[in-house]
C-alpha cells in the first residue's frame, strides 16, 4: 500500500490531489501523509514485541511539533540532541520518562532543564560530561538517571558524513575506555547509572553491523555486571535505512529478529532511536518548475525549492526521486533540476530523464520527509517553506510558510547607525 500514487496520471497523497493542495498553499512545500507515519511507526514498533521496548524517535529527522504528538499518541518517547529539540517535544506532550538525550555536546543550561523535566536518561558521551551532569544534579539536589554513549568502532558501511561508531568519529566514548567511564560514573554520587548506548550510523542497509555492535555492547555489560555495574537499559540508535533510489535495507521486522536473536534473555529494556525509516519516505517536497533552459551541454529545469530548504542532494550527493506531479506520454529530456540559490551546488537532482516540463507545472522531491525540513536554512532570504500533513481527503497546515518580516524578527539596526 504506498500512500503517495498516481491516480490517472495525477499524483495523489492519499486521497488528495497533490495539484490541489498547491492551489490552495503556493509552492514549495513539505508534505506529509498521516497514514504512512503510522504505519511506518507501527510496523517498527511491533516488529520488537516479545521483548521490554521502548520506540524513541529521533526529532532530528523531523521534528515537527505534529509529527511528535502523533508518534506520543503511538506510544512513542523521543531521542533529542538540545535543548531546543527537548522543548519541543515536552510541548508535543510527550512523557518525559520516555525522553533520553543524546548528543556530544550538551550545555550546562539544556542538562538543567532535561533534569527539571524529569527524562528517562542522558547518553553521556565524555568522561567531562559524566562529571558535569553530576556536578549539576548535585546543585539541584537530584539524581541523574545516566547512559553512557559507547563508541563500538565498527564501520557501518554508509555515507562517511553519516558514519558515526569509528575510532575517528567524535561520537561516544572508545569502548576500551568504557569501563573505565562506567566506574568513574558509578562512584559519583549524583548519577543513577542505569543504561548503556551507541548509534552507529545513519540510512544503513545492512544488518551485520549493527549486529555486531549488539555483540560488543552485551561483551561490556556482562563485564561491568561482574564487577556489580548493573545495566538496565541497552540503547542501539537509529540507523536503519530505506529505499532512495534502488537500495535493499534489511526491512523492519527483519531488522528487529535479528536484534531480538542477539538479545533475548539479556534482562534489559531495549531502547531504539529510529529516525529517517519513520519519517524518510513519509514525507516529500513539492515544488514548481520556473523556467527551463538549455545550452549544447545541458538542459536545467529550474524550480522554486532549493539547498535552502532540501539540502542532502548538495550536502550528501543524495539521490532523490522526482515526479512529476502531472504524468502524461510526452518526449523525455535529460535534466538538473536545480534551485533558486545563488550556489552552483543549489540542485535537487542532476542527469535525470524526465518527461519535457513547463513552467508552473509542479514536481514531487521524494523521500524527504527525513533530514529535509529539518536541516532547512533561510539561506538567500528564502522565508522557510509550509508544512503539511494529509489524513486521507483531509489537509491540515502544521507549518505555517515563513514571512519576510519572520526573516528579519530577530534583527536590531544599532541606534548610532540610525542617525
Ligand atoms: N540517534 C542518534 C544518536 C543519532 O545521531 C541519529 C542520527 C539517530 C538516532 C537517528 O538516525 P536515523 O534513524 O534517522 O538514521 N542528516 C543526515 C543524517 C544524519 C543522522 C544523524 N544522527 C542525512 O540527511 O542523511
Redesign the pocket.
Known sequence: MHYFEYKNGELYCEGLPIREIAEKIGTPFYLYSYNTLVRHFRVFDEAFDGIPHLI?Y?A??NSNLALLRLFVNLGGGV?V?SGGELYRALKSGADPKKIVF??VGKKEEEIESALQAGILLF?AESFQEIEKINEIAGRMGKKAPLSI?VNPDIDPKT?P??S?GLKQNK?GIDILQAPEAYRLAFRLPHLKVIGI?C?I????VEVEPIVEALRKLKTLVERLREEGMEIQYLDL?????ITYEDEEPPHPVEYAANILDEIRGFDCTLIL????????NAGILVSKVLYTKENEEKRFVIVDAGMNDL??PS??G?YHQILPVKEEMRKTRVVDIVGPICESSDFLAKGRTLQELQPGELVAVMSAG???F??STNYNSRPRVAEVLVRDTEMFIIREREDYEDLVRKERIPDFLLM
Open positions: 524513541c529521533s532530528k529527522a531521542d540532541v543524546s548528543g547518553n554513549r555515507h558524513y553519516i558515526t561520537f548506548d548509534h550510523g545513519s540510512q544503513l540508535g537509529g540507523g536503519l535505512g532511536e529510529p529516525g529517517r525509516v519513520i519519517v524518510g539540502v542532502r550536502y550528501y543524495s527525513a533530514y529535509g529539518s536541516m
